[in-house]
């Protein structure tokens, strides 16, 4: 009778089913990766009037419908009403400046829903790359700018928002929702 022997290293089939698997990872990463430096490219290159009108319009309808407001940490938070005719709770909105791995920031709008048990967002969305500098302010009855609230509080009839963007022209906006 032969002996069974303990055997010791990989099989030929085993190395390449490995090899196989590790080359599909490397082209899932490298494929996202290349998408992630084409959106930059394209985001970077857009006419710097064309996006502060974009993000100028998705600011102020968010900051228009928000029923409360709070700023923590960079972090803007709103509460604002789901889209129409959905039938759904309000929605969280955040605002969040990242920094990237080359030391540039983008702005990132999330939007989870409040009504939700996971913390899954229901949309992320990068806004902006090449951010300086974002501040965001209330507008008291005198008119004057003043720092919105750490703890989600009532939305303030206006605000006031600044954006720096390397290489574009700012954002500096006032607004009257209220």
Known sequence: MREL??????????????LALGSMLLVAISGVLSSMA?????SESV???EWL??????LWNDLAQASSVGLD????????PPMRGTGKEANAVTYTLYTLADSSQSLVRT?????????DPLDVRTLVWGVEQIS??????????????RLLGPAPRGFHYR???????????QITVR
């Open 5 to 18: 022997s303990t055997r010791r290293g990989v099989t030929l089939i085993e190395a390449v089913v490995a």
């Open 38 to 42: 084409g959106m930059r490219k394209r």
């Open 47 to 49: 006419d710097s009037r």
């Open 53 to 58: 009108y974009a993000l100028d319009r998705i």
């Open 73 to 80: 940490k960079g972090v803007l938070l709103l509460i604002v």
């Open 111 to 119: 939007v989870y829903s409040s009504s939700a048990v996971s913390s």
């Open 136 to 149: 965001f302010e209330r507008i008291d009855d005198n008119g004057v700018d003043q720092p919105l609230p």
């Open 163 to 173: 954006i720096l963007r390397t290489g574009a022209s700012p954002l500096d906006r």
